[in-house]
T-cell receptor
Framework: DAGITQSPRYKITETGRQVTLMCHQT?????MFWYRQDLGHGLRLIYY???????DKGEVPDGYVVSRSKTENFPLTLESATRSQTSVYFC?????????????FGPGTRLTVT | GENVEQHPSTLSVQEGDSAVIKCTYS??????FPWYKQELGKRPQLIID???NVGEKKDQRIAVTLNKTAKHFSLHITETQPEDSAVYFC???????????WGAGTKLIIKP
């Protein structure tokens, strides 16, 4: 699915540093989502966006910031990374919102905070 | 808050047998229930979904059933094959919100 990409794929950073994870989709999907995936917790929604300049908190937003100035990009920033933010981060996009259809996931970013 | 419980966490079945994974949800307003498959090291991908106005949906060897009264839905895989080995996630839409609430996942192991 080359239509949605994430960068970097792997990142190691230190506690307290700011980190930005990038997400780019080429389908012009309205909705975009950021999830974190941890063993035993499945996928937990961090933030989502219904359109450019419209974002909203998900289940676990603390410590994260998002922006969406263009439809195709949805970066996720960890303002001051903590060890508890070590996780695999998935970006996803969808034509419609939650009840409205399939979410297409990016390949994921594995983030380690030391 | 709203949640989705998924069972079992691990399921091991003999190749050719059937596998059933069950999920229960708490939000009575949920109306969309997708199932995603995630192979090791890969991204989750939708395999089947069902909406609240339908009780059952089939796609070849995969089927999903929904019981709105009991607030649970299940994934059924028949004639399992080695390529069915993966982690399966259920999810439920959270009322009128655009969020999906996800189950914790089931690791399906197909024994040869």
């Amino acid at each position: 699915d080359a239509g949605i990409t994430q960068s970097p794929r792997y990142k190691i950073t230190e506690t307290g540093r700011q980190v930005t994870l990038m997400c780019h989709q080429t389908w012009s999907h309205s909705y975009m989502f950021w999830y974190r995936q941890d063993l035993g917790h499945g996928l937990r929604l961090i933030y989502y966006s219904a359109a450019a300049d419209i974002t909203d908190k998900g289940e676990v937003p603390d410590g994260y910031v998002v922006s969406r100035s263009k439809t195709e990009n949805f970066p996720l920033t960890l303002e001051s990374a903590t060890r508890s933010q070590t996780s695999v981060y998935f970006c996803a996009s969808s034509l419609g919102g939650g009840p409205s259809g399939e979410q297409y996931f990016g390949p994921g970013t594995r983030l380690t905070v030391t | 808050g709203e949640n989705v419980e998924q069972h079992p966490s691990t399921l091991s079945v003999q190749e050719g047998d059937s596998a059933v994974i069950k999920c229960t949800y708490s939000d009575s307003a949920s109306n969309y229930f997708p199932w995603y498959k995630q192979e090791l090291g890969k991204r989750p991908q939708l395999i089947i979904d069902i909406r609240s106005n339908v009780g059952e949906k089939k796609d070849q060897r995969i089927a999903v059933t929904l019981n709105k009264t009991a607030k649970h839905f299940s994934l059924h895989i028949t004639e399992t094959q080695p390529e069915d080995s993966a982690v399966y996630f259920c999810a439920a839409s959270m009322g009128s919100n655009y969020q999906l609430i996800w189950g914790a996942g089931t690791k399906l192991i197909i024994k040869p």
